[in-house]
């Protein structure tokens, strides 16, 4: 080999090499930088996300029809009624504190066959608790509806739509399934 062809390999060689040192450089950097891509990259090569419920697939078209019930109680007897009327169930997702404040809607609910939703205690961001609080937020309105419907509930949405892992184990590991809406 002549001197030139040495000189022309070394050249390529060096090209290359820099195009790799940058490539890693940037995505290192952007681990610096954006420090939610690590989450999403290190999730991604340990196991696959954790997701709820968004939809069932079934023989026959259907639809889920539900409802949040953190607020108020205004709209629930003719929401009862309605439902009722037309010989539809529903599910009921309530917090902690709508259940303390309107105990005998949820007894009608229970009483008009609908099904009985947990929606947390506090209706907080989940994804921002640890797995014990996310614990309390599920089972606190579970017995409190338990007690006054003798009903265990099964389902979980959580306020905002917000959740995470842990969330989806939490509610695993205490017999709910996570439910979103599609």
Known sequence: MNIEQEREKLILFTKIGAIVLTSFAL???????????RAVFNESLLHEKELPIYCVEKEKPQI??????????DDTASLLATLKKH??????FMT????????????????????LGNHS???????QL????????IMKPH???????GKDMILFRPPY????????????????YPIQWD
Not at 130 to 137: G, L, V
């Open 87 to 92: 010989k539809v169930k529903a599910t009921f």
């Open 27 to 37: 995505l290192a950097t952007s681990f610096f930088v954006y420090p939610e891509n």
């Open 130 to 137: 640890s797995a014990t609080q996310c614990k309390e937020e």
């Open 64 to 73: 889920s029809i539900s409802f949040d019930a953190a607020w108020g109680n």
């Open 143 to 149: 017995e409190k509806v338990k007690k006054l419907t």
């Open 96 to 115: 902690g504190g709508w259940i303390e404040k309107y105990p005998d809607d949820v007894k009608a609910i229970a009483a008009g066959g609908h099904d």
């Open 121 to 127: 205690e506090n209706h907080k961001q989940m994804s």
């Open 161 to 176: 739509g917000d959740y995470n892992d842990t969330l989806i184990r939490v509610c695993r590991e205490n017999k709910y």
